[in-house]
T-cell receptor, first 115, second 114 residues
Framework: DTGVSQDPRHKITKRGQNVTFRCDPISEHNRLYWYRQTLGQGPEFLTYFQNEAQLEKSRLLSDRFSAERPKGSFSTLEIQRTEQGDSAMYLC?????????????FGPGTRLTVL | DQQVKQNSPSLSVQEGRISILNCDYTNSMFDYFLWYKKYPAEGPTFLISISSIKDKNEDGRFTVFLNKSAKHLSLHIVPSQPGDSAVYFCAASGRGGSQGNLIFGKGTKLSVKP
């Protein structure tokens, strides 16, 4: 399968714990995005990378959130000191920059539940 | 404030008939629009897109129409099939998508009844 993959698919944690999610994009894609989706809402943009560089961060990305893409391939999203409000589906997407029209392809998501 | 609005949370259609899903946007800087389909427990799947230089784009049973003056787009599915039952999200981007992030609506849940 050559699509976007995310791990884990589900994570249950207690409030105050740290969690880390991984995303592996489509191999030839140089852009990688993180979104968050809560019930009844569409995906909300968090941040994106072009190769290793983090080019944009949403105001939704508080200082408890950090994302990395160290070698321009996979990415990790870490949430420190989780809160119940962090419970959501975390989606990763990738695309090929350089084309004018930028279709993003999504992974299956990681569902986070904070107890 | 919501820049992309899908005002119908749900739509029910008979198999074989046309499904029309609507989307409005407020930001005139948006120049690229996409539709995604989402099944439960899966990520959104790209369906079809349109740039602002066009007013129509067709791909098989799916057609997207764009009315820039009204800041409105619609997705037509004809004929509708039970497998089309899913949540459909409209998304928009500026500068042809090179701006990075997509702005999504809240989605419309389509149910196609056999």
């Amino acid at each position: 399968d050559t699509g976007v993959s995310q791990d884990p698919r589900h994570k249950i944690t207690k409030r105050g714990q740290n969690v880390t999610f991984r995303c592996d994009p489509i191999s030839e894609h140089n852009r990688l995005y993180w979104y968050r989706q809560t019930l009844g809402q569409g995906p909300e943009f968090l941040t994106y990378f072009q190769n290793e560089a983090q080019l944009e961060k949403s105001r939704l990305l508080s200082d408890r959130f950090s994302a990395e893409r160290p070698k321009g391939s996979f990415s990790t999203l870490e949430i420190q000191r989780t809160e119940q409000g962090d419970s959501a589906m975390y989606l990763c997407a990738s695309s090929l920059a350089g084309l004018f029209y930028n279709e993003q392809f999504f992974g299956p998501g990681t569902r986070l539940t904070v107890l | 404030d919501q820049q992309v609005k899908q005002n119908s949370p749900s739509l029910s259609v008979q198999e074989g008939r046309i499904s029309i899903l609507n989307c409005d946007y407020t930001n005139s800087m948006f120049d690229y629009f996409l539709w995604y389909k989402k099944y439960p427990a899966e990520g959104p799947t790209f369906l079809i897109s349109i740039s602002s230089i066009k007013d129509k784009n067709e791909d098989g049973r799916f057609t997207v129409f764009l009315n820039k003056s009204a800041k409105h787009l619609s997705l037509h599915i004809v004929p509708s099939q039970p497998g089309d039952s899913a949540v459909y999200f409209c998304a928009a981007s500026g500068r042809g998508g090179s701006q990075g992030n997509l702005i999504f609506g809240k989605g419309t849940k389509l149910s196609v009844k056999p």
